[in-house]
């Protein structure tokens, strides 16, 4: 460790700041240190970053310009990029086919499952960080290694008997089993991080453990529960193959929406596109104005090997 | 916002019977705050699995209403011997995790390191990465059916722009696979970005300046250094993003449709799975390979587990 800081960069600050006893010592270690070719390597990385962000956006960017032509433009190569810019698909996809209506079964479906489930998940995911129950724990988390398909014949017998499929009942249930775990799994590592210092330092001054957890815990785990929380509402916004088997045709959600709308018109590319991006372009404001808690949540757990 | 929170409320006035339902919630509180969720995901997990368990045992298809009978291991029987979908189903899904894996951790780790280091810009590069992982995957999956049309989709205008000719992709039987891994790649090596670079940005640094003083190369820092210190992590990204990748279902039944396209080019077993039990209503024999695939994919999260206790030793 000290030999380490010696050698780096504090030399020079040490030479700098006095020390007659080695005046020249600093140059000749400096020189191999700088990592060779540091030019190459830098003109090599702003290269490969545009690339890398090119290959993730371009073709999200070709989508939103396909959305913008009309099907004879598509068909047109010479008018890949130079076209008139035309609104007639999100006028056609949003008026003729309902989907006002799936944008709204789909914000509600993720927003009251994401709720449900931040209810349910977020004292369990406590509880089992707290006491350590990782068996327990492996239960929730469990549903999230289950090929859905195998719940998903079961479930439509009980609620086609039940008479609920195609309700709005269903469909939150059935995403609540995609966030809850999700939630679980990410509650858990941030609690994990949380100073059980706090906590007992309030049930000192006189208050019951579950006060504790209700006045110290739960405001300290705000940020926590906001990315669970996004996380949750991002997978059940995208998710498809629960709704596409259990939601009816006023429950619709956007994914299901846009898979019919290939079955009847596989050509209309323009209409599909816009269709596309009308489901993904919410998701992604979304996204971008909570990056960091994305980021966190998506890497929870993931450093503490 | 959470059950206990009138027993909380209580405990400071109502004395009585109410405080004792407080003290009794705050010495039970472990099982109080975990069963509701246990609860919840039991119901919703272990009755289906045992039903999917004795359907696999029935003839039981058509309607699952239907009366069905106990016909023992005959499912699993027809299933295990089926070379004709099943087989070549579990070896698309193998195929599919596998390579999508190696190309997402190979890709990811490249992508993750060149990142590592501050740099102007880094913002915009985040934002890029952040696009394709919420992206909805069917609209990825219309999305690259027009890029990968053979006839007026980009990707045969670059081809051609190069003097490649064009290449069916998504409608060949022989490319569709591989354009689908395309896909998974794209839209998921953010995710193994995101993990490896919190690794990264994890790891201490005095390893790597020690190596540095002892004058390897960035190669040698990276392979002997770098890398063995992030294999926990490694492992961690493969589990997540390996679960995810055996299940693969949104983008190749958006993009190919029941049975996985015409000649089953990319059925893989929850393809196969889904369109048994609600294309074709064989309620039976979809149990079975349900069970199946359920064990594939339980087998191969306990094999990296143990792989990843050993590394982490």
Known sequence: MTVLSENTENTKAQASAGQPRQPRQPRPVRRPKKPLGTRAYKVFRVAALIAVVLFLVAPLFWMLLASLKTNVDIYDTAKSFIFSPTFENYANVLQRNNYFVFIFNSFWVAFVSTALSLVLGVPAAYAMSRFTMHRSALVVLMARVIPGVSLLVPWYYVFSNLKMVGGFEVLILSHMFVALPLIVYIMMSYFDSLPLELEESAQVDGLTPIGAFQR??????????????????????????????????????????????????????????????????????????TQKYIVSGMTAGATKG | MTPPRSAARNAGRAPGAREKFSDWANRHRKWLFAAPAMAFVGVLIIFPLAWTLYLSLTDSQGSVRAATEFIGLENYLTVLSDVERFWPAVGRTLTFTGIALVCEVALGMGIALLLWRPFRGEKWVRVAILLPLVATPVAVGMMWRLIFDPNIGFANQLLAAVGIPAQPWLSGQDTALGTTIFMDVWQWTPMVVLILLAGLTSLSEEPDEAARMDGANAFQRFFFITLPLMMPTVIVAILLRGIDALKTFDILYATKGKGGGSFHEVETLNVYAYGLSFDYNQYGLSSAVLILFFMIIIGSMWLLTMRKKAVSK
């Open chain 1, 216 to 289: 110290i815990t739960l405001p300290l785990s705000v940020a926590g529960m906001a990315t669970a929380g996004i996380l949750s509402f991002i997978f059940s916004w995208n998710n498809f193959m629960f709704a596409l088997v259990l939601s009816g045709s006023k429950t619709k959600t956007l994914p299901v929406a846009i898979f019919d709308f290939v079955s009847y018109a596989s050509i209309d590319w323009g209409g599909l596109m816009a269709a596309a991006t009308v489901v993904t372009i919410p998701i992604m404001i979304i996204a971008l104005f």
